[in-house]
């Protein structure tokens, strides 16, 4: 591939950083147009930064089919920004398949000319490592992945926790516990790090 030409479907598939997105792509058969791969190519890999910011500065959405939906305990590492950490959370939306799609055809007649690649995004409530409380973000699917979790860690009994919460079945008194638990576990992870400093 040259550096002027638009990647063909399979190359953008590879460039996408998120191995989830780029497995269910290929699953689906996705085919992305050149508009779109065009889109996607100065976005995961721009010249410079005025073609990364041109992504935003024209009205360009991209339909963006990925594996995430509500409930989903997800890890988010955008890796254009070397020193931020993964960020995990769980999915808000696409709550399923008919929801993505409704809103896929609402960007692209409804309000086509109001919508841009901003709109990609998904909507994730990520976990505060600091207090246990979650806060509200839209990162692109791009850099989206499944949650590795050690499955006993009070990281996941908390998410899975909060995802029954979320799906109206679970304890507030239960969540609220293990949120007290989880944020323990990281007050003594710290403590063990600095060397038994309190």
């Given at each position: 591939?040259?550096?002027s030409?638009?990647?063909?479907?399979?190359?953008?598939?590879?460039?996408?950083?998120s191995?989830?997105v780029?497995?269910?792509l290929v699953?689906?058969?996705w085919?992305f147009?050149?508009?779109?791969?065009?889109?996607l190519?100065r976005?995961?890999?721009?010249?410079?930064?005025?073609e990364?910011?041109?992504?935003?500065?024209?009205?360009n959405?991209?339909?963006?089919?990925?594996?995430?939906?509500?409930?989903?305990i997800?890890?988010?590492?955008?890796k254009r920004f070397?020193?931020?950490?993964?960020?995990?959370?769980i999915m808000?939306?696409p709550?399923d398949?008919?929801d993505f799609?409704?809103?896929d055809?609402?960007a692209?007649t409804?309000?086509?000319g109001?919508v841009?690649?901003t709109?990609?995004?998904?909507?994730?409530d990520?976990?505060s490592?600091?207090d246990?409380?979650?806060?509200?973000?839209?990162?692109n699917?791009l850099?989206?992945?499944?949650?590795?979790l050690?499955?006993?860690?009070a990281?996941?009994?908390?998410?899975?926790?909060?995802?029954?919460l979320?799906?109206g079945?679970g304890?507030?008194?239960?969540?609220?516990?293990?949120r007290?638990e989880y944020?323990?576990s990281?007050?003594?992870?710290?403590?063990?790090n600095?060397?038994g400093?309190k």
């Open positions: 591939m040259t550096e030409k638009i990647p063909t479907n399979e190359e953008i598939i590879a460039m996408i950083p191995k989830a780029r497995e269910y699953k689906i058969n085919q147009d050149e508009h779109e791969r065009d889109i190519r976005y995961i890999k721009p010249k410079n930064k005025d990364a910011d041109s992504v935003y500065a024209e009205q959405y991209v339909t963006l089919p990925h594996p995430f939906r509500k409930g989903d997800v890890t988010v590492c955008d070397k020193n931020r950490k993964p960020e995990t959370g808000w939306s709550k398949d008919e799609w409704n809103f055809r609402r692209k409804d309000l086509k109001f841009d690649f709109d990609v995004a998904t909507t994730v990520f976990l490592p600091d246990g409380f979650f806060r509200h973000g839209h990162p699917p850099w989206i992945e499944y949650a590795e050690d499955e006993d860690s990281e996941a009994r908390f998410l899975r926790s909060a995802v029954k979320q799906n079945n304890s507030l008194e239960e969540t609220d516990e293990l007290s944020v323990a990281r007050k003594k992870k710290i403590s063990k600095l060397g400093i």
